[in-house]
């Protein structure tokens, strides 16, 4: 009898202890579920935004409730209740961000982009994504980069950068795989290779966007620009270029080597050592006679 | 040789390395790097605005004026990077751009008033600025310039292009310059988009400011220079809206969506595009709307 009740209390004391544990795992899976959701989440640039007096990853790693953070990068993540690649990364104050970003950032074990993924500047504030700060120790590591890389396969999905100024890297935007992107109101300049580079089943739209100097890199002496192109389009990548302005870059302003046609509308494409290019007749589509230029260089007529 | 003569020979290789060391540092402030520019407000909390911030310190790399910024000291641009104005206010300077060392970026975050302006109540300096433009671009072919989100008020010129440069003028405001609002010399290539040029030619205030419009055009390209203007509006100059003199002739400008309404004449030497909104004529004491 005394060893049967010794066996009871045994179970008693191991159900009670399982039921901790499933507890603690049904609580970390609704916290994970939570954290998963389309959230919007605010990254400060260099003036505190939350009061709490952090900047920078000192912001991303204080805790996992204000959902305020110092890096886009950490903004992007799933740590501390970030948008793990599903939500809004909108960033509050000025700053400049000398980051890589990554979308999904596989670097860091985040293997696929989870949903709808933006990131933004608040409209009146200046987000400079720049591989350069003065007297940053990876200043190298990050001009030999691409800035914004974007490599998904998943189609059902879009991915966003609005108001953001992207300088200094070997390739301000790639994308890359099937990845569906709309580039709006952003400023590239000064990327050595590529402004914004669109490859393989890619779908790209850019509006209001100014994409110039690429090609033009001094650091302090110019760097050998790769070719320096403005806009290009490769494989079987396609997109439409609306009310921007393409000027200023190396090589060329805006390639198509794609098999698919890029449409093209109401933009300026001026002083580029080429300023629209293609490799077939249907390369480009026009919306609207309006896009039209009037100056002799080369401009799509 | 004694151990103080190793100790000398030892810490001297130490300082030489540390200097070289330096050196290298100072090589990697060169690059196009981004800068921050406060106006009349304090962005960094230091308490300083103005010719204190600019000396304050290298290592915050904020200023207080945009010359400054653009200049060497305290680890500026060099005249290779960005000065981005963070704060509003007002900037009492001829701004000079020479893309001595690379690309060049002037501008104000979105949401910031940054006026490079000629006049302040009652500073002493008014009268010299107002004979003066207010944003010089002189820069080699090899250069891109750009402005943008910037304000350029009561000058000769308001931005003035010189020489070989290639400039984009991207939403920014211009007005109340006696000369021109955009005055494009030289070789230079110029794109302009999202701005404003109003009333060239027309500016008020005391002597001993001469105020008298010569010409007072909105846009000129003269030289050989040429250029685009698109989603632009152009008002209320003295002389022509936008002007075109430049050798490379008629096909120098390219226009694109453009307001040009209520100048002496809207177009000169350009042929409007498509979208262009045309002349609207004055309206008629026998248009029975107007009576």
């Not at chain 2, 230091?46 to 200023?63: I, K, P, R, T, Y």
């Amino acid at each position: 009898m005394e060893k049967f009740n010794i066996r009871k209390v045994t179970f008693l004391r191991l159900v009670t202890f399982a039921l901790i544990i499933a507890g603690l795992i049904l609580s970390t899976n609704f916290v994970k579920e939570d954290v998963s959701a389309n959230h919007p989440v605010l990254v400060e640039g260099e003036r505190d935004f939350d009061g709490d007096g952090r900047l920078g990853a000192d912001e991303d790693g204080d805790n996992a409730t204000d959902r305020v953070y110092g890096t886009i990068t950490a903004g992007l993540l799933a740590a501390n209740g970030a948008t793990n690649a599903n939500g809004q990364v909108i960033v509050v104050t000025n700053g400049r961000f000398p980051e890589l970003i990554r979308i999904p950032n596989t670097d860091a074990g985040q293997m696929t982009v989870n949903g709808v993924t933006i990131v933004e500047a608040a409209p009146g504030i200046m987000a400079d994504i720049d591989a350069v700060l003065a007297g940053n120790a990876n200043n190298g590591v990050r001009q030999a980069a691409v800035g914004v890389l974007i490599n998904t396969d998943l189609t059902d999905r879009a991915i966003i950068l609005r108001n953001l100024n992207i300088r200094n890297y070997l390739e301000g935007i790639q994308v890359l795989g099937a990845s569906r992107v709309l580039i709006d109101n952003c400023r590239l300049d000064s990327n050595l290779n590529f402004g914004i580079r669109a490859m393989g089943t890619s779908r790209v739209s850019i509006t209001k966007t100014t994409v110039q100097a690429s090609g033009m890199r001094f650091n302090p002496m110019m760097g050998t620009p790769g070719p320096g192109t403005g806009v290009r389009f490769e494989e079987q990548a396609r997109g439409t270029i609306v009310d921007s302005t393409i000027s200023g870059n190396t090589a060329t302003g805006l390639s198509n080597g794609s098999t698919q046609s890029v449409v093209l509308s109401r933009t300026t494409v001026f002083d580029n050592g080429t300023n629209v290019s293609g490799t077939s007749a249907s390369s480009f589509v026009k919306l609207s006679d309006e896009m039209t230029p009037e100056v002799e260089n080369d401009s799509l007529r | 040789m004694n151990r103080i003569t190793r100790f000398i020979v030892l810490a001297s290789l130490i300082l030489a390395f540390g200097f070289v060391a330096t050196s290298w540092n100072t090589t990697d402030v060169a690059a196009n790097h981004p800068l921050l520019v406060e106006g009349e407000r304090d962005f960094d909390g230091d308490g300083l605005l103005g010719v204190d911030e600019d000396l304050d310190n290298a290592s915050d790399q904020v200023f207080g004026t945009i010359n400054a910024s653009l200049g060497m000291a305290n680890a500026g641009a060099n005249q290779n990077g960005v000065a981005v104005v963070v704060t509003s206010g007002r900037f009492l300077e001829t701004v000079r751009i020479t893309g001595a060392n690379g690309n060049v970026t002037l501008e104000a975050a979105p949401g910031v008033s940054a006026m490079v302006e000629a006049v302040r109540a009652g500073n002493a300096g008014n009268g010299d600025r107002q004979m003066r433009p207010g944003i010089i671009v002189d820069a080699p072919a090899t250069r891109i310039v750009t402005i943008r989100n910037m304000i350029s008020r009561n000058w000769t010129d308001g931005i003035q292009i010189n020489g070989s440069s290639r400039v984009v003028i991207d939403n920014c405001r211009v007005e109340n310059n006696t000369n021109f609002g955009i005055h494009v010399t030289g070789s230079s290539k110029v794109t302009i988009s999202n701005s404003t040029v109003a009333s060239s030619g027309f500016r008020s205030g005391a002597a001993p400011a001469n105020n008298m419009p010569n010409p007072g055009i909105g846009i000129g390209f003269e030289g050989s220079s040429t250029g685009t203007v698109a989603f632009t509006t152009v008002s209320g100059s003295v002389a022509a809206g936008v002007s075109n003199t430049s050798s490379a002739g008629r096909k120098a400008v390219g226009i694109l969506s453009v307001n040009a309404f209520d100048n002496n004449p809207n177009f000169n030497g350009i042929k409007p595009a498509k979208g262009t909104i045309p002349a609207v004529a004055a309206p008629s004491q026998d248009d029975p709307d107007n009576q």
